[in-house]
């Protein structure tokens, strides 16, 4: 699986491919997920990460799957990790072969 450098948060993703293009308000699609509009808004505005429920949810309405979803925040996650975590004190337990 390639991993993009910079990849886009879910929410983005929900927003683009889903919300624009069936011209959903974010109060009806939070609905539809059974969802409360807050949470559907904080994901779409990146302040919420994509839970094992919510990746549930979405793999229902989108008719996609769990790990689509999860992966998808995963990636986004260590790319926004990335350089922000000192690991000047962790110790190598095994070298590289």
């Avoid at 293009?21 to 539809?32: G, S």
Wanted: with cysteine.
């Amino acid at each position: 699986m390639l991993i993009m450098h910079n990849p886009p948060h879910p929410g983005e993703i929900i927003k683009e491919e889903f919300l624009i293009p069936l011209n959903l308000t974010i109060t009806e699609m939070a609905k539809k997920l059974d969802v409360t509009r807050q949470t559907l808004s904080d994901l779409i505005n990146k302040k919420r990460s994509i839970s094992i429920e919510m990746a549930f949810k979405l793999s229902k309405a989108f008719n996609t799957t769990p790990d689509m979803w999860l992966n998808m925040q995963l990636h986004y996650d260590i790319a926004n990790m990335k350089g922000k975590i000192d690991l000047s004190k962790v110790e190598e337990i095994l070298k590289a072969c």
